[in-house]
């Protein structure tokens, strides 16, 4: 345990620069409203982070996952957001072990089935794979989608700021 001296002030830490790696997570019960507050948790942390860019993009494949997650898996999913300059990756990970298949095109008044066509038209990469049964004690899979930021810190850095 650190010894914190009650007259030295506390000084907050400097954000991150713009480049520098970072990553969140953030795991919910299979619950309907979880897709929603993992939108809401991904808007907050791109906005926090400059990323407002990639809020649409993401939080539309966000919804498709997490949506998916708690209509086809048995138990609890968890959403991780990385970042490392310029990809944003934002991988779903959930109980259910049958990865994402192609099927034929959906038919117009479709109401399912176009989820992979979704990942295709608006991520720049995505993909999945199966996880052991250290998820939650049993096994699942884990699907990603990677954006890539296509300008500099919308921001100047912090070390920009400090010169």
């Not at 400097?14 to 939108?39: K, M, N, Q, T, V």
């Not at 959403?79 to 959930?94: F, N």
């Not at 993909?127 to 100047?156: I, N, Q, R, T, Y």
Request: a negative charge; glycine letters at 8%; charged letters at 25%.
């Amino acid at each position: 345990m650190q010894h914190v001296d009650p007259d030295e002030p506390i000084t907050d830490p400097c954000p991150l620069p713009f480049g520098e790696p970072w990553s969140y997570e953030l795991h919910f019960p299979r619950d309907p409203r979880g897709p929603a507050i993992a939108r809401t948790t991904l808007k907050a942390v791109l906005s926090a982070h400059g990323l407002r860019d990639l809020i649409d993009r993401a939080e539309l494949l966000t919804s498709e996952l997490t949506s998916n997650a708690v209509r086809y898996s048995e138990g609890p999913a968890t959403v991780r957001l990385r970042w490392e300059h310029p990809v944003l990756r934002v991988s779903v990970t959930d109980t259910c072990p049958d990865l994402p298949v192609r099927r034929r095109a959906a038919r117009p008044d479709a109401e399912r089935g176009r989820g992979l066509l979704i990942l295709d038209l608006f991520a720049d990469a995505w993909g999945g794979c199966s996880v052991g049964e250290a998820l939650f004690g049993v096994g699942g899979k884990s699907v990603w989608f990677e954006l890539v930021f296509g300008d500099g810190p919308p921001f100047p850095t912090a070390t920009a700021l400090a010169a």
